[in-house]
C-alpha cells in the first residue's frame, strides 16, 4: 500500500507493522460522531429520506406485504453477490429453489447462502441489537457449505489481508486493512455507534457504518456481503425499515467502480461528502426502484383477483403464492396449503395450476426436481421482478 496517497488523516492513518507484519496498512479512526454536512450532501440526503419514507409507508400499507419480501430480497442477494464477482441469474435462483434440493452451481450456492443469512439475521435482531457476536453468527451462516468455508466462518480474521489485483502483496495492494490485533478495539466502536442513541440522521450513520466495517475487514472472506447485509438491517433495526424492502445492491453493483472508489477516497482523501452523496443517491434510486416495481405488483395482484372474484374455486389462493415464487409446482401449493391450515390433495393442487394456467396467470416450464416434476412459471411476476432498473434516468 502506497502511504503517499494517503494525504488527509481526518478518518485514519498509514501505520507500519513490525515483524512478519512490516508493511503500510491502514488503521481508522474511531467513526466520527458528527459530520459537518455539505449543501449538496444534505440535499441528497433529504431526498434519500423522502423516498426511503415512501418504500416503508408502501410496505405498512399495502395488502400483504410479504409478498414483496422474497422477491425484493432475491434481488438483494443475487445483486451483493454479484459484486463480489459471482453470475448466477434469478431463473436459475428460483430453479434450484423448485428442486427443493439436488445440486446447484457454486454461484447459486453462494445466494442461497446470503438468502438464509438475511432471514437469521432478520431474526435475531427482533430480540437482539446489532452486536459482534450477532455479526459472526450471521458470517458463519453465510458462508457455510460455500467457497471460502475454509477461512474460518463466523471468526474475525487472526492474519493481515489485503486488497488489490490478482497476485498482490502488502507492499503492491490498493488497500491494507487493519492488522487483526485493532479489530476488536475497532468493531467495538463499531457496535456502539450503531447501537447507541444518536441525533445524526439514520442515513448518515448507515453509510458511515458501512463505510467503517469494510474498512475494518473484520473476516478473512465475506466482508462485502455482510457490510451490505448490515445497511438493511441497521435500517430495520432504527425503524426507518419496517420489512427488508430496500435492495440497495443494486446500485452498487451498476455503479461498482464508484462504489470502490469513494469508499476508498474517504481513507485516502477523507471525501466523505462525495462518498455519502453517492450512498444517498443508491438508497432514493433503489427505493423509488423498490417503489415503482411494487406497484406494479400490486396492480397485477389486483388484476388477478378480480378476475376471480365469482370463482367457487380456490384458485385466489394460489395468487399470494405465485407472487411469492414465480416458479411453482403442486408438491409446493401442496405444502403451502397445509401450512394456512387448507390442506389440498395433489390432483386438486394440479387442477389449480390447470386453472391458472386458463387464466394466463402461468405457463408450463417444464419438469424440475425429484420426478422431473412440472413447474409452472408465473411470466408476468417474474418479468416485473427481473425487469432491469434504468439508473440514466
Same mark, same amino acid.
Given at each position: 500500500?502506497?502511504?503517499?496517497?494517503?494525504?488527509?488523516?481526518?478518518?485514519? /492513518?498509514?501505520?507500519?507493522?513490525?515483524?512478519?507484519?512490516?508493511?503500510?496498512?491502514?488503521?481508522?479512526?474511531?467513526?466520527?460522531?458528527?459530520?459537518?454536512?455539505?449543501?449538496?450532501?444534505?440535499?441528497?440526503?433529504?431526498?434519500?429520506?423522502?423516498?426511503?419514507?415512501?418504500?416503508?409507508?408502501?410496505?405498512?400499507?399495502?395488502?400483504?406485504?410479504?409478498?414483496?419480501?422474497?422477491?425484493?430480497?432475491?434481488?438483494?442477494?443475487?445483486?451483493?453477490?454479484?459484486?463480489?464477482?459471482?453470475?448466477?441469474?434469478?431463473?436459475?435462483?428460483?430453479?434450484?429453489?423448485?428442486?427443493?434440493?439436488?445440486?446447484?452451481?457454486?454461484?447459486?450456492?453462494?445466494?442461497?447462502?446470503?438468502?438464509?443469512?438475511?432471514?437469521?439475521?432478520?431474526?435475531?435482531?427482533?430480540?437482539?441489537?446489532?452486536?459482534?457476536?450477532?455479526?459472526?453468527?450471521?458470517?458463519?451462516?453465510?458462508?457455510?457449505?460455500?467457497?471460502?468455508?475454509?477461512?474460518?466462518?463466523?471468526?474475525?480474521?487472526?492474519?493481515?489481508?489485503?486488497?488489490?489485483?490478482?497476485?498482490?502483496?502488502?507492499?503492491?495492494?490498493?488497500?491494507?486493512?487493519?492488522?487483526?490485533?485493532?479489530?476488536?478495539?475497532?468493531?467495538?466502536?463499531?457496535?456502539?455507534?450503531?447501537?447507541?442513541?444518536?441525533?445524526?440522521?439514520?442515513?448518515?450513520?448507515?453509510?458511515?457504518?458501512?463505510?467503517?466495517?469494510?474498512?475494518?475487514?473484520?473476516?478473512?472472506?465475506?466482508?462485502?456481503?455482510?457490510?451490505?447485509?448490515?445497511?438493511?438491517?441497521?435500517?430495520?433495526?432504527?425503524?426507518?425499515?419496517?420489512?427488508?424492502?430496500?435492495?440497495?445492491?443494486?446500485?452498487?453493483?451498476?455503479?461498482?467502480?464508484? +462504489?470502490?472508489?469513494?469508499?476508498?477516497?474517504?481513507?485516502?482523501?477523507?471525501?466523505?461528502?462525495?462518498?455519502?452523496?453517492?450512498?444517498?443517491?443508491?438508497?432514493?434510486?433503489?427505493?423509488?426502484?423498490?417503489?415503482?416495481?411494487?406497484?406494479?405488483?400490486?396492480?397485477?395482484?389486483?388484476?388477478?383477483?378480480?378476475?376471480?372474484?365469482?370463482?367457487?374455486?380456490?384458485?385466489?389462493?394460489?395468487?399470494?403464492?405465485?407472487?411469492?415464487?414465480?416458479?411453482?409446482?403442486?408438491?409446493?401449493?401442496?405444502?403451502?396449503?397445509?401450512?394456512?391450515?387448507?390442506?389440498?390433495?395433489?390432483?386438486?393442487?394440479?387442477?389449480?395450476?390447470?386453472?391458472?394456467?386458463?387464466?394466463?396467470?402461468?405457463?408450463?416450464?417444464?419438469?424440475?426436481?425429484?420426478?422431473?416434476?412440472?413447474? +409452472?412459471?408465473? /411470466?408476468?411476476?417474474?418479468?416485473?421482478?427481473?425487469?432491469?432498473?434504468?439508473?440514466?434516468?
Amino acid at each position: 500500500m502506497d502511504a503517499a496517497k494517503f494525504v488527509d488523516g481526518a478518518f485514519g /492513518r498509514p501505520a507500519i507493522g513490525v515483524g512478519a507484519a512490516s508493511f503500510t496498512y491502514y488503521r481508522p479512526h474511531p467513526i466520527p460522531t458528527d459530520i459537518d454536512l455539505a449543501p449538496l450532501t444534505v440535499l441528497a440526503l433529504s431526498e434519500a429520506d423522502a423516498a426511503l419514507g415512501l418504500l416503508n409507508g408502501l410496505g405498512r400499507l399495502i395488502r400483504d406485504p410479504e409478498m414483496l419480501l422474497g422477491s425484493f430480497v432475491r434481488k438483494e442477494a443475487l445483486a451483493s453477490t454479484r459484486i463480489e464477482g459471482t453470475n448466477a441469474s434469478l431463473s436459475e435462483v428460483l430453479e434450484a429453489e423448485a428442486r427443493d434440493g439436488g445440486p446447484v452451481t457454486d454461484d447459486v450456492a453462494e445466494v442461497e447462502r446470503y438468502l438464509a443469512a438475511t432471514d437469521l439475521a432478520i431474526s435475531l435482531t427482533a430480540d437482539l441489537p446489532i452486536t459482534e457476536r450477532l455479526i459472526r453468527q450471521v458470517h458463519a451462516e453465510l458462508m457455510a457449505g460455500v467457497r471460502g468455508q475454509e477461512r474460518h466462518p463466523g471468526e474475525f480474521r487472526r492474519s493481515p489481508v489485503w486488497i488489490g489485483a490478482a497476485g498482490a502483496t502488502p507492499n503492491s495492494a490498493r488497500f491494507v486493512p487493519p492488522l487483526p490485533e485493532y479489530i476488536g478495539e475497532l468493531m467495538t466502536d463499531w457496535e456502539n455507534y450503531v447501537n447507541r442513541p444518536s441525533q445524526v440522521p439514520t442515513l448518515v450513520r448507515a453509510a458511515m457504518s458501512h463505510y467503517q466495517f469494510e474498512t475494518i475487514h473484520p473476516f478473512l472472506d465475506g466482508n462485502g456481503r455482510i457490510g451490505r447485509l448490515l445497511v438493511g438491517l441497521f435500517l430495520m433495526s432504527t425503524g426507518r425499515l419496517t420489512r427488508p424492502l430496500l435492495y440497495l445492491s443494486g446500485y452498487l453493483e451498476a455503479n461498482r467502480s464508484e +462504489y470502490y472508489e469513494r469508499l476508498q477516497g474517504i481513507r485516502e482523501r477523507a471525501e466523505v461528502q462525495e462518498y455519502l452523496q453517492f450512498f444517498f443517491v443508491a438508497v432514493r434510486r433503489q427505493s423509488e426502484d423498490a417503489v415503482s416495481r411494487a406497484g406494479r405488483l400490486v396492480e397485477l395482484r389486483e388484476r388477478y383477483y378480480r378476475q376471480v372474484e365469482m370463482e367457487r374455486s380456490r384458485v385466489a389462493a394460489l395468487i399470494p403464492l405465485i407472487f411469492g415464487t414465480p416458479f411453482i409446482h403442486a408438491r409446493r401449493i401442496e405444502l403451502s396449503f397445509a401450512n394456512s391450515g387448507g390442506p389440498i390433495t395433489t390432483q386438486g393442487a394440479r387442477n389449480l395450476l390447470a386453472k391458472a394456467e386458463e387464466l394466463g396467470w402461468v405457463s408450463r416450464y417444464g419438469g424440475l426436481g425429484k420426478g422431473s416434476r412440472t413447474v +409452472y412459471l408465473a /411470466r408476468d411476476v417474474f418479468e416485473i421482478i427481473e425487469a432491469p432498473t434504468n439508473y440514466e434516468q
